[in-house]
């Protein structure tokens, strides 16, 4: 019984971190990087006339004044708009982007007070899989949202977003083929434990299936310059052109989990995960073994999670300058992208893998 209640408490500590990081940090946090970045970038200021007693706090309080603005603001719900579809799309959007972390491990496996712990909610067998599988849901989110606002514009946003998503999944799942081939499974503890050597890292053994993984999540993602399915010089604000208040949050906060979640699977499948490019978990747990059993896996695993969200940072920067330095493709360039460039190249990496690892054994 014991057992049972410390498994559920570490299950349960292990969910309100991933929601603090997720939600209550990276969500709001990336509303004022975009603003701050792109200043930066532009060689502007920005984000910096929310105050309180005059100070700016480099803009921070933007966030809270986002927040207080989406509090108050108007539920505003079009005429001959589906009243209950209209509510529903949001949290369709939001619900996925939040439950793929599930699987998503940010650490290894340690030893604390004589029980092994895994800095993972859930461990399964086919997690890789699960992301998918999860995150192909809030589609419908995008499109429920369009069509049951009443609105051309709006139903206009949606159909582009069920087209370039739907396509973008299909690159998405045959990049992964190649990764899968070489580490032999879906768990992505697994993955992440394969790459503990600085030359098994993902973008060593598959540096195509990175790039083209990359370009195609930031598309399934809708961000510049994929971004057609919003576009405001065409569409006014695509799918959510009709939401206001914290429906139109919820959407916002939806986007920039994705931006986290890709971060997170590209770390986990190409750039070694939790680990230190040549210190291994044995070689940090002999440098602090002097604190016990406990207390070098306790250090150990503070430096795993550190090491792990700092890539993650790393590359939600890196999607930041993407999304202010490429302007948007014409809509038909995202379909020829997708279609004839990335899927044969997908298909091609597949071969090419599989070719190696029969002539490597």
Known sequence: ????????????????????????????????????????????????RADIMGFTALGLFHIMADGLKMFTKEDFIPQGAN?????????????????????????????????????????????LLFVFAIASIATYGYVVAGWSSNNNYSLLGSMRTAS??????????????????????????????????????GIFLQPVGFFMFFAASIAENKRIPFDNPEAESELVAGYFTEYSGLKFGMFFMAEFIEMVTIAAIVTILFFGAWHIPFIGTATLLEIFDFLGETGSNL??????????????????????????????????????????????????????????????Q
């Open 1 to 48: 019984m014991d057992d049972i209640l410390i498994d559920l408490a570490i299950t349960l500590a292990k969910i309100f971190f991933v929601l603090g990081v997720t939600v209550g940090f990276f969500a709001p946090i990336l509303t004022w990087v975009e603003r701050k970045q792109s200043a930066i970038m532009q060689d502007r200021i920005g984000a910096n």
């Open 83 to 127: 009243k209950f579809l209209h509510t529903l799309s949001p949290i369709i959007a939001l619900i996925p982007a939040i439950l793929t972390f599930a699987v998503v491990p940010f650490g290894g496996e340690y030893t604390l007070f004589g029980k092994e712990v895994k800095l993972v909610i859930s461990d399964l067998d086919v997690g």
């Open 299 to 360: 250090v150990v695993m503070f430096i795993h999670v550190g090491v792990f969200f700092a890539k993650v940072i790393f590359f939600l920067f890196v999607q930041m300058v993407i999304r202010w330095t490429l302007p948007r493709f014409r809509y038909d360039q995202i379909m020829k992208l997708g279609w004839k460039i990335l899927l044969p190249l997908s298909l091609a990496n597949v071969v090419v893998t599989g070719i190696v690892i029969l002539a490597l």
């Open 164 to 201: 370039q998503m739907v396509s973008y999944e299909v690159t998405m799942g045959l990049t992964i083929i190649g990764v899968l081939m070489v580490y032999g499974t879906m768990q992505l503890t697994e993955i992440g434990n394969a790459q503990e050597n600085f030359l098994h890292w």
